[in-house]
């Protein structure tokens, strides 16, 4: 081992984005205050910063759709046990699918009902009434529920940090690791920093993100991550669209949420040809071409837009794995523990990330009956065995 020991904390987080934080703050309520969370930049300054936000609980994997219902109790609870308004617009959600997409659906919703998901099964005319003036001919199912909506994922993960930080967890930003630090068989003991300082501790978290591949690999750890660009665009309608759900086409597959302003928000969800990116490099607006494909989209639903222009744009990388499913649990070396590759639906489920690996790093279970920790371990890629939904739907497979 090189550098100068400085510190030790039982656990120590690396990456101060929504699921650090999340993790920190669920170890903290659980007693567990000896945590020190490492920011390279500063808090939710990395991708967290670009989420939608979206708030949805229609999953095809059970123990997902379980995890965005506790995330859906805690933000509307916010105020109570954060301390602080998270920015959770209760919006409603509906998801339209196309006919070759209705049995899915209603195995989907049946699945969620199961779970106590409130959500229904709902016809154009319902969905009208929800959205006046919406065009709903390429649809022929659709299910709503009235508790969804979107947040806004940097103030969520701030008001974790707070929590954390006020419980007793430390943070420091400004912090980059450039290492883990191994002992002679392997097993993480710790990290080291850009200033040199060493860092020893019981259990390492990595929870970095798109970055997380390189510092893993300091460990000997390979983790199949990779950076999916993806391209976001805010529409002017011309005048400002009302109170409207948020709404999931998997028929042209993007979603749309209503901005404060009265914009929408257009993000893509065909992911048929994934565009790999540099995390640290990558075009941050979006092309012509996207532009014109999201708007022409728009305009199928929405044929009514007075006078439709591009407000701005911007662009994220979602952290993708082979089967756009979260790693959380043991890394294969001792002493590391993943919080990775949340494949662009992290935000939802960020309240049930804390929690789960809170109750894996302090229990080994879940502690949630309904959330299977087991299957988001890290060898079901090697195994042949991914994470999927059980009822897909055709053409929008991912995140679902
Ligand atoms: C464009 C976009 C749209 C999305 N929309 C939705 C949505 O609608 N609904 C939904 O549920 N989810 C959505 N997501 C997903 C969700 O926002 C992410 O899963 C979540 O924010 C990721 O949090 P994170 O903490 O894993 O990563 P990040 O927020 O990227 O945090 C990782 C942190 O690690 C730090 N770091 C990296 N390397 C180091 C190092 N060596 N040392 C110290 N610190 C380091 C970084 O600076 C960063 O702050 C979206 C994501 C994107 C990109």
């Known amino acids: 081992m090189t550098g100068t020991t400085t510190e030790h904390a039982r656990i120590v987080i690396v990456g101060g984005g929504l699921e650090g934080l999340a993790v920190a703050w669920q170890l903290a309520e659980r007693g567990e205050t000896d945590v020190l969370v490492l920011e390279r930049d500063t808090l939710c300054a990395g991708m967290t910063g670009k989420s939608s936000g979206i708030v949805r609980c229609h999953y095809g994997v059970p123990s997902l759709a379980a995890m965005a219902w506790y995330g859906?109790?805690?933000?509307?609870?916010?105020?109570?046990?954060?301390?602080?308004?998270?920015?959770?617009?209760?919006?409603?959600?509906?998801?339209?699918?196309?006919?070759?997409?209705?049995?899915?659906?209603?195995?989907n919703v049946e699945m969620h009902r199961a779970l106590g998901v409130p959500v229904d099964l709902i016809d154009a005319d319902a969905v009208r009434s929800l959205w006046p003036g919406i065009h709903l001919d390429d649809f022929t199912g659709f299910a709503y529920e009235p508790l969804g909506g979107h947040g806004d994922a940097y103030l969520t993960g701030m008001a974790y940090g707070a929590r954390a930080r006020a419980l007793g967890v430390r943070i420091?930003?400004?912090?980059?690791?450039?290492?883990?630090?191994?002992?002679?068989?392997?097993?993480?003991?710790?990290?080291?920093?850009?200033?040199?300082?060493?860092?020893?501790?019981?259990?390492?978290?990595?929870?970095?993100?798109v970055w997380s591949p390189a510092l893993a690999a300091t460990a000997g750890v390979p983790l199949p991550i990779r950076a999916q660009r993806e391209q976001l665009v805010l529409v002017d309608q011309g005048e400002p669209t009302p109170d409207v759900p948020t709404f999931s086409d998997l028929v042209h597959l993007q979603y749309i949420r209503r901005e404060p302003n009265g914009h929408l928000l257009v993000g893509n969800s065909d992911h048929?040809?994934?565009?790999?990116?540099?995390?640290?490099?990558?075009?941050?607006?979006?092309?012509?071409?996207?532009?014109?494909?999201?708007?022409?989209?728009?305009?199928?639903?929405?044929?009514?837009?007075?006078?439709?222009?591009?407000?701005?744009?911007y662009a994220g990388c979602y952290d993708i794995t082979p089967d756009y499913n979260p790693i959380i649990g043991p890394?294969?070396?001792?002493?590391?523990?993943?919080?990775?590759?949340?494949?662009?639906?992290?935000?939802?489920?960020?309240?049930?990330?804390?929690?789960?690996?809170?109750?894996?790093?302090?229990?080994?279970?879940?502690?949630?009956?309904?959330?299977?920790?087991?299957?988001?371990?890290?060898?079901?890629?090697?195994?042949?065995?991914?994470?999927?939904?059980?009822?897909?739907?055709?053409?929008?497979?991912?995140?679902?």
Not at 94 to 107: A, I, K, R, T, W
């Open 272 to 313: 048929s040809d994934p565009e790999i990116a540099d995390p640290d490099a990558y075009l941050n607006r979006a092309t012509e071409d996207f532009v014109e494909t999201a708007i022409g989209k728009l305009d199928r639903i929405l044929p009514g837009m007075p006078d439709p222009r591009l407000a701005s744009s």
């Open 172 to 209: 420091r930003q400004s912090n980059n690791v450039v290492r883990l630090v191994s002992d002679d068989v392997g097993a993480v003991r710790g990290v080291v920093c850009a200033d040199g300082t060493e860092i020893l501790c019981d259990t390492v978290v990595l929870a970095t993100g």
């Open 72 to 107: 859906v109790q805690v933000f509307t609870r916010a105020e109570e046990i954060l301390g602080t308004d998270i920015g959770f617009r209760q919006t409603g959600y509906v998801v339209g699918v196309g006919e070759n997409n209705v049995e899915p659906l209603h195995s």
């Open 331 to 400: 890394a294969p070396v001792e002493g590391l523990f993943l919080a990775v590759g949340f494949s662009g639906h992290g935000f939802k489920i960020s309240p049930a990330v804390g929690r789960l690996a809170a109750d894996l790093l302090l229990d080994g279970i879940s502690s949630d009956p309904a959330v299977d920790g087991n299957e988001f371990r890290y060898s079901r890629f090697d195994e042949g065995k991914p994470l999927a939904s059980l009822h897909p739907y055709a053409g929008a497979g991912e995140m679902r």
